[in-house]
């Protein structure tokens, strides 16, 4: 995902890490949806489509996102957090 994701910065990385919260599973699948729209993008500019391309690694929506998972968390807490900095 893009470098100059807020993720990637090292503070909020350290932030995610020790922050510990509840998060509601619709914001993990929302998160998940947009990595997904943004993966099949990049797909998409390199004139490969999303299916073809799980068809070709053997692998399914629900694998992809299952590999995702910790990742779509530490966004979504990074949402709230950068959020919650804002405020």
């Keep these: 995902f893009p470098s100059h994701d807020i993720t990637a910065h090292p503070i ?3 932030l995610v890490k020790e922050t510990s919260m509840d998060l ?3 914001l993990v699948d929302q998160e998940l ?3 997904e729209d943004e993966f099949s993008a990049d797909l998409a500019r390199m004139g490969m489509d999303i299916n073809k391309y799980l068809e070709q690694i053997k692998k399914t929506r629900e694998d992809m996102h299952k590999e995702w998972k ?3 968390i530490a966004r979504a ?5 950068a959020a919650k ?3």
Excluded: C, G, L, S
């Design 12 to 14: 909020m990385e350290e």
């Design 24 to 26: 509601p599973q619709i």
């Design 33 to 35: 949806a947009r990595m």
């Design 70 to 72: 910790n990742d779509a």
């Design 77 to 81: 807490k990074t949402q709230i957090i």
């Design 85 to 87: 900095i804002a405020e």
